[in-house]
Protein backbone atom coordinates (compact mmCIF):
# COMPACT_ATOMS: atom_id res chain seq x y z
CA UNK A 1 0.00 0.00 0.00
CA UNK A 2 1.47 3.56 -1.22
CA UNK A 3 1.71 6.02 1.98
CA UNK A 4 -1.35 8.97 1.64
CA UNK A 5 2.12 11.40 2.52
CA UNK A 6 3.83 9.80 -0.36
CA UNK A 7 0.77 10.54 -2.46
CA UNK A 8 -0.18 13.87 -1.77
CA UNK A 9 3.96 15.16 -1.55
CA UNK A 10 4.19 14.28 -4.99
CA UNK A 11 0.53 15.95 -6.05
CA UNK A 12 1.89 19.34 -4.57
CA UNK A 13 5.06 19.03 -6.27
CA UNK A 14 3.00 18.50 -9.77
CA UNK A 15 0.41 21.25 -8.80
CA UNK A 16 3.54 23.52 -8.08
CA UNK A 17 5.29 22.08 -11.55
CA UNK A 18 2.17 23.51 -13.44
CA UNK A 19 1.28 26.32 -11.90
CA UNK A 20 4.64 28.12 -12.49
CA UNK A 21 4.61 27.43 -16.33
CA UNK A 22 6.63 24.16 -16.15
CA UNK A 23 6.37 22.17 -18.96
CA UNK A 24 6.02 18.05 -17.63
CA UNK A 25 7.29 15.12 -19.75
CA UNK A 26 4.70 12.75 -20.64
CA UNK A 27 5.62 9.93 -22.58
CA UNK A 28 4.03 9.39 -26.10
CA UNK A 29 1.09 7.52 -26.61
CA UNK A 30 1.53 4.25 -28.67
CA UNK A 31 0.27 5.75 -31.78
CA UNK A 32 2.75 8.61 -31.85
CA UNK A 33 4.62 8.55 -35.63
CA UNK A 34 7.94 10.19 -34.40
CA UNK A 35 7.43 12.56 -37.23
CA UNK A 36 7.28 16.61 -37.30
CA UNK A 37 7.87 20.10 -39.17
CA UNK A 38 10.77 22.32 -38.77
CA UNK A 39 9.58 25.91 -37.77
CA UNK A 40 13.07 27.69 -37.40
CA UNK A 41 16.39 27.20 -38.26
CA UNK A 42 18.81 28.67 -35.82
CA UNK A 43 22.28 29.26 -37.69
CA UNK A 44 25.09 28.85 -34.93
CA UNK A 45 28.82 28.86 -35.54
CA UNK A 46 29.67 25.44 -35.68
CA UNK A 47 26.24 23.78 -36.01
CA UNK A 48 22.56 24.76 -36.65
CA UNK A 49 19.79 24.32 -34.13
CA UNK A 50 16.30 23.01 -35.71
CA UNK A 51 12.75 23.88 -33.78
CA UNK A 52 10.75 21.12 -34.56
CA UNK A 53 6.65 21.62 -34.34
CA UNK A 54 6.78 18.35 -31.79
CA UNK A 55 8.29 16.52 -28.72
CA UNK A 56 7.17 13.78 -26.46
CA UNK A 57 3.57 13.55 -27.70
CA UNK A 58 5.04 12.49 -31.08
CA UNK A 59 7.60 10.58 -30.23
CA UNK A 60 10.80 12.38 -30.41
CA UNK A 61 12.88 11.59 -27.32
CA UNK A 62 16.59 13.51 -26.38
CA UNK A 63 19.40 11.61 -27.88
CA UNK A 64 17.06 10.08 -31.18
CA UNK A 65 18.95 10.45 -34.39
CA UNK A 66 16.56 11.44 -36.97
CA UNK A 67 16.33 11.99 -40.26
CA UNK A 68 15.69 15.32 -42.06
CA UNK A 69 13.69 15.33 -45.30
CA UNK A 70 12.24 17.63 -48.03
CA UNK A 71 9.56 16.05 -49.90
CA UNK A 72 10.10 12.52 -49.63
CA UNK A 73 14.49 12.65 -50.70
CA UNK A 74 16.54 12.76 -47.29
CA UNK A 75 18.80 15.90 -46.91
CA UNK A 76 20.78 14.53 -43.84
CA UNK A 77 20.70 13.77 -40.03
CA UNK A 78 19.67 15.85 -37.15
CA UNK A 79 20.13 14.70 -33.01
CA UNK A 80 17.11 15.71 -30.59
CA UNK A 81 18.92 18.08 -28.00
CA UNK A 82 16.32 18.85 -25.70
CA UNK A 83 12.30 17.73 -26.21
CA UNK A 84 9.06 18.97 -24.45
CA UNK A 85 6.01 17.92 -24.58
CA UNK A 86 5.21 20.02 -27.65
CA UNK A 87 8.27 20.93 -29.34
CA UNK A 88 11.96 19.93 -29.84
CA UNK A 89 15.11 21.65 -30.88
CA UNK A 90 17.64 19.32 -32.98
CA UNK A 91 21.26 19.69 -34.18
CA UNK A 92 22.31 18.65 -37.31
CA UNK A 93 25.17 16.16 -37.53
CA UNK A 94 25.67 15.83 -41.33
CA UNK A 95 23.80 17.17 -44.29
CA UNK A 96 24.21 16.37 -47.93
CA UNK A 97 26.12 18.29 -50.49
CA UNK A 98 24.68 21.28 -51.31
CA UNK A 99 21.91 20.96 -49.11
CA UNK A 100 20.22 23.51 -46.68
CA UNK A 101 17.33 22.63 -44.32
CA UNK A 102 14.45 25.22 -44.35
CA UNK A 103 11.31 25.70 -42.68
CA UNK A 104 8.67 23.61 -43.35
CA UNK A 105 11.01 19.88 -43.65
CA UNK A 106 10.20 16.97 -42.39
CA UNK A 107 12.03 15.33 -39.36
CA UNK A 108 11.31 11.56 -38.76
CA UNK A 109 13.00 9.37 -36.06
CA UNK A 110 15.41 6.69 -37.28
CA UNK A 111 14.33 2.97 -36.68
CA UNK A 112 16.91 1.38 -33.78
CA UNK A 113 19.33 -0.24 -35.97
CA UNK A 114 20.26 -2.28 -33.03
CA UNK A 115 16.75 -4.32 -32.55
Known amino acids: MIPVRSVLATACLLAAASASGAETRVL ?44 GSPLGSVIVAESARSRSVALVLELAAGASVAAGDSVSVRANPRL
Do not use: Q
Not at 44 to 67: M, N
Open 28 to 71: APAESDGRALVTAVLGGRSTDLLVLDGGYERGLRPGAVCTVSRA
